[in-house]
Protein backbone atom coordinates (compact mmCIF):
# COMPACT_ATOMS: atom_id res chain seq x y z
CA UNK A 1 0.00 0.00 0.00
CA UNK A 2 1.26 3.99 -0.81
CA UNK A 3 0.00 6.62 1.39
CA UNK A 4 -1.63 8.60 -1.85
CA UNK A 5 -5.45 8.54 -1.01
CA UNK A 6 -6.20 8.26 -4.73
CA UNK A 7 -5.26 5.62 -6.88
CA UNK A 8 -4.80 7.59 -10.04
CA UNK A 9 -2.10 10.12 -8.87
CA UNK A 10 0.09 7.29 -7.90
CA UNK A 11 2.08 3.88 -9.11
CA UNK A 12 -1.10 1.76 -8.48
CA UNK A 13 -2.28 2.97 -11.98
CA UNK A 14 0.66 1.42 -13.48
CA UNK A 15 -0.07 -1.81 -11.65
CA UNK A 16 -3.90 -1.63 -12.70
CA UNK A 17 -3.16 -1.42 -16.26
CA UNK A 18 -0.72 -4.36 -16.18
CA UNK A 19 -3.45 -6.25 -14.70
CA UNK A 20 -5.81 -5.23 -17.02
CA UNK A 21 -3.69 -5.67 -20.14
CA UNK A 22 -3.11 -9.12 -19.02
CA UNK A 23 -7.01 -9.82 -18.97
CA UNK A 24 -6.81 -9.92 -14.61
CA UNK A 25 -9.88 -7.74 -13.19
CA UNK A 26 -9.04 -5.20 -10.78
CA UNK A 27 -10.82 -3.15 -8.22
CA UNK A 28 -10.08 0.01 -6.41
CA UNK A 29 -11.30 -0.01 -2.75
CA UNK A 30 -12.65 3.37 -2.46
CA UNK A 31 -13.37 3.30 1.21
CA UNK A 32 -14.37 0.39 3.70
CA UNK A 33 -17.48 -1.64 1.61
CA UNK A 34 -17.30 0.25 -1.20
CA UNK A 35 -15.31 -0.49 -4.29
CA UNK A 36 -15.25 0.05 -8.00
CA UNK A 37 -14.10 -1.85 -11.39
CA UNK A 38 -10.70 -0.93 -12.84
CA UNK A 39 -10.44 0.61 -16.44
CA UNK A 40 -7.58 0.87 -18.27
CA UNK A 41 -5.78 4.54 -18.45
CA UNK A 42 -7.81 6.33 -21.21
CA UNK A 43 -4.02 6.78 -23.19
CA UNK A 44 -2.18 3.89 -22.50
CA UNK A 45 -1.68 1.41 -25.23
CA UNK A 46 -1.88 -1.87 -24.77
CA UNK A 47 0.54 -3.43 -27.71
CA UNK A 48 0.38 -7.10 -29.53
CA UNK A 49 2.87 -8.43 -26.68
CA UNK A 50 0.22 -7.10 -23.81
CA UNK A 51 3.27 -4.65 -22.90
CA UNK A 52 1.72 -0.88 -22.36
CA UNK A 53 2.93 2.32 -23.99
CA UNK A 54 2.06 5.63 -22.34
CA UNK A 55 2.60 8.78 -24.91
CA UNK A 56 4.21 12.08 -23.94
CA UNK A 57 2.21 14.46 -22.24
CA UNK A 58 3.11 16.95 -25.51
CA UNK A 59 1.60 14.05 -27.39
CA UNK A 60 -1.62 13.87 -25.64
CA UNK A 61 -4.98 16.11 -26.64
CA UNK A 62 -4.72 19.50 -24.96
CA UNK A 63 -7.40 18.55 -22.28
CA UNK A 64 -6.59 15.43 -20.54
CA UNK A 65 -9.78 12.54 -20.00
CA UNK A 66 -11.62 13.54 -16.63
CA UNK A 67 -9.41 11.26 -14.23
CA UNK A 68 -6.49 10.81 -16.12
CA UNK A 69 -2.59 10.80 -14.93
CA UNK A 70 -2.63 14.76 -16.14
CA UNK A 71 -6.04 15.65 -14.74
CA UNK A 72 -5.13 17.96 -11.81
CA UNK A 73 -8.32 18.64 -10.94
Known amino acids: MCAEAVWWRCHRRIITDYLL???????HIMAPGRDEAAKLTPFAVVR?????????????PSEPPPGSLFDVT
Open 21 to 27: ARGIEAR
Open 48 to 60: DDNHIDYPRQQDL
